[in-house]
T-cell receptor, first 114, second 111 residues
Framework: EPEVTQTPSHQVTQMGQEVILRCVPISNHLYFYWYRQILGQKVEFLVSFYNNEISEKSEIFDDQFSVERPDGSNFTLKIRSTKLEDSAMYFC????????????FGPGTRLTVL | GESVGLHLPTLSVQEGDNSIINCAYSNSASDYFIWYKQESGKGPQFIIDIRSNMDKRQGQRVTVLLNKTVKHLSLQIAATQPGDSAVYFCAERSNDYKLSFGAGTTVTVRA
């Protein structure tokens, strides 16, 4: 069964450093998302991406965040200068298209900012 | 603004009993709702969905009920099994397919 994959599973970084979180969505999906979940809290929407551009972003997704689909398979989330409060689980999700209902989530990357 | 929330943060249920997980939402314009299950260390997993023009939908061992009058959503799990232990989230979907999640209910199944 096709699945969304994410790497790394755990990333530890120093405050102020740049991190890139990587996702490989399901191959025939067209809509891509990043969500985050701070420990013990709910899952929060960050950004949606379609046709090589951002379609919507939340208040969390400020200038320190960016997304990219550098090739036909990867979808990345970059945080330019990490802050302590960026520590969270980051989930990538993909959706086949507007006719589909289910966003498929990856296993997540746990980001720890020290 | 819109909010989606669950009534209780934890639920302990005896194996074999039925579970009911509740969710209240505030955005009356929401037209689509989803229940997700999240096991420890994993991403959210789709369980079942329901459109606002329905009041009930059944899946395998799960039933979702929607009461638009009081903006309430529930997930019923029949014959709860140890593998059902997880955090359950309700979510509403906006027109652009962004998901807004509730806070989650942790279900623990007692043997």
């Amino acid at each position: 069964e096709p699945e969304v994959t994410q790497t790394p599973s755990h990333q530890v970084t120093q405050m102020g450093q740049e991190v890139i979180l990587r996702c490989v969505p399901i191959s025939n999906h067209l809509y891509f998302y990043w969500y985050r979940q701070i420990l013990g809290q709910k899952v929060e929407f960050l950004v949606s991406f379609y046709n090589n551009e951002i379609s919507e972003k939340s208040e969390i997704f400020d200038d320190q965040f960016s997304v990219e689909r550098p090739d036909g398979s990867n979808f990345t989330l970059k945080i330019r200068s990490t802050k302590l409060e960026d520590s969270a689980m980051y989930f990538c999700a993909s959706l086949i298209g507007l006719a589909g209902n289910e966003q498929f989530f990856g296993p997540g990357t746990r980001l720890t900012v020290l | 603004g819109e909010s989606v929330g669950l009534h209780l943060p934890t639920l302990s249920v005896q194996e074999g009993d039925n579970s009911i997980i509740n969710c209240a939402y505030s955005n009356s314009a929401s037209d689509y709702f989803i229940w997700y299950k999240q096991e420890s260390g994993k991403g959210p997993q789709f369980i079942i969905d329901i459109r606002s023009n329905m009041d009930k939908r059944q899946g395998q061992r799960v039933t979702v009920l929607l009461n638009k009058t009081v903006k309430h959503l529930s997930l019923q799990i029949a014959a709860t099994q140890p593998g059902d232990s997880a955090v359950y989230f309700c979510a509403e979907r906006s027109n652009d397919y962004k998901l807004s999640f509730g806070a989650g209910t942790t279900v623990t199944v007692r043997a």
